[in-house]
T-cell receptor, first 116, second 117 residues
Framework: AQKITQTQPGMFVQEKEAVTLDCTYD???????LFWYKQPSSGEMIFLIY??????QNATEGRYSLNFQKARKSANLVISASQLGDSAMYFC?????????????FGSGTRLLVRP | GAVVSQHPSRVICKSGTSVKIECRSL??????MFWYRQFPKQSLMLMAT?????????EQGVEKDKFLINHASLTLSTLTVTSAHPEDSSFYIC?????????????FGQGTRLTVV
């Protein structure tokens, strides 16, 4: 069964507008963490934002915010004021449990293209 | 932020040869490192978890004799692709977790694009 689902293979957004990238997850572990990464064409994985399952507030990092809806098991990434440099692949990932050796499980990714 | 350095960034090798890829945490100690493989336009697939001072834990379907992992110190893990074949051509990327930062981030290397000819 898919643990992390990203249903949007590709998205377009106009420069300076906001965009939401969807991510749903499936776990029975009460302790988990959700991550978003950006992967530009160069291949590196850039950490964007993290949300812990016990965090009371939605995580925010600059132009990135995570819309965490625990009951729905969704962790959508919102990018505000899109920039041309935001064009990249975006991956949602989940870590189950609180042990530092626990692995990340990645979604299939969403390719975002920002139009000038 | 913490830096993970991965080398080489690109490598082309002949079929049948072995290739070693290094993953170093430059400014933190990483008891655990992870090795991923990524095919074009696909997601990252975890290959193995590398623990310092012990044997790596491989994911189902990953040949441990084919992909040798050595985590000799708290700052270095290596992945050796042995007797490489064209089907091993892929993007390999490592990540490391900073113990001091807890569990909020896993830092990634720049990745290695392997082409076997």
């Amino acid at each position: 069964a898919q643990k992390i689902t990203q249903t949007q293979p590709g998205m377009f957004v106009q420069e300076k507008e906001a965009v939401t990238l969807d991510c749903t997850y499936d776990t029975s572990d009460p302790s988990y963490g959700l991550f978003w990464y950006k992967q530009p064409s160069s291949g590196e994985m850039i950490f964007l934002i993290y949300q812990g399952s016990y965090d009371q507030q939605n995580a925010t990092e600059g132009r990135y915010s995570l819309n965490f809806q625990k009951a729905r098991k969704s962790a959508n990434l919102v990018i505000s004021a899109s920039q041309l440099g935001d064009s990249a692949m975006y991956f949602c990932a989940m870590r189950e449990g609180m042990d530092s050796s626990y692995k990340l499980i990645f979604g299939s990714g969403t390719r975002l293209l920002v139009r000038p | 932020g913490a830096v993970v350095s991965q080398h080489p960034s690109r490598v082309i090798c002949k079929s049948g040869t072995s290739v070693k890829i290094e993953c170093r945490s430059l400014d933190f100690q990483a008891t655990t490192m992870f090795w991923y493989r990524q095919f074009p336009k696909q997601s990252l697939m975890l290959m193995a978890t590398s623990n310092e001072g012990s044997k790596a834990t491989y994911e189902q379907g990953v040949e441990k004799d084919k992909f040798l992992i050595n985590h000799a110190s708290l700052t270095l893990s290596t992945l050796t692709v042995t007797s490489a074949h064209p089907e091993d051509s892929s993007f390999y990327i490592c990540s490391a977790r900073d113990r001091a930062r807890g569990l909020t981030e896993a830092f990634f290397g720049q990745g290695t694009r392997l082409t076997v000819v």
